[in-house]
């Protein structure tokens, strides 16, 4: 939080300390004044849930300009490992070189379409889309949730949980935010609205999670 803090205008809690205790380590913050938009969005007239959109979009845009380390791979903010519990297997994953190191990884180290010998096309596809040429990884949150972003009226005053954040593909902060949990199945609806598009990705994503992801 102290990274957005110094590269961003994007309100987050203020961390007052961090210690550890039976080797647990706690951070005591800030309470924000505001409600998780996930509350009463859908009783938002459309006026006002455009204005927290516009305004959602603008800090997404000042995190994209955070310039990214000399050759930087996927990372967390230090660049350490990633942490992503809906990942499959270890919740901390990397670092890694390249997006390709890391894509390699996410789908498993397969580099064939097929699985115990049987040919499976839809495994070419994803493995032909980790294989494109990609530009830099950007520095997300990771986890855009309605349940994660705190408002007050029309004004966003807070977002939370930056415990997945890091260097990541391009794609990665749109994929991650709309594949959502039970809870906040309408903020699928409005997932573009805030962050670019990535439809490809989103495909490949789903047949990547059809055989290598926990869901």
Known sequence: MRFITEN????????????????????????????????WWRQRTAESQAHVLNSLRSMIQQLRQIPA???????????????????????????????????????ANLDEPEYAGIPIPELGLLISFHKKPWLCPVFSHGDLSSLNILAR???????????????????????????????NQFWQNEVGKFLEPFPEALEMEAIRRKYNGDY
């Not at 961003?8 to 647990?24: G, L, Q, S």
């Not at 807070?158 to 991650?176: K, L, N």
């Open 69 to 107: 380390p000399i050759e930087c791979g996927v990372s967390n903010v230090d660049g350490g490992p990633i942490y992503d519990p809906r990942l499959p297997g270890p919740k901390h994953w990397g670092p890694y070189r390249t997006i390709d190191d890391f894509h390699k990884r996410l789908r």
């Open 8 to 39: 961003t205008a994007i309100p987050v809690p203020k961390a007052h300390c961090a210690f550890e205790n039976k080797r647990r380590v706690y951070i005591v913050m800030e309470r924000i004044d505001g409600l998780p938009l996930a509350q």
């Open 153 to 183: 009226g029309n004004d966003i005053v807070g977002i939370v949980d930056w415990e997945t954040a890091g260097w990541m593909p391009p794609y990665w902060e749109y994929t991650s935010t709309w594949n959502v949990n039970p809870q």
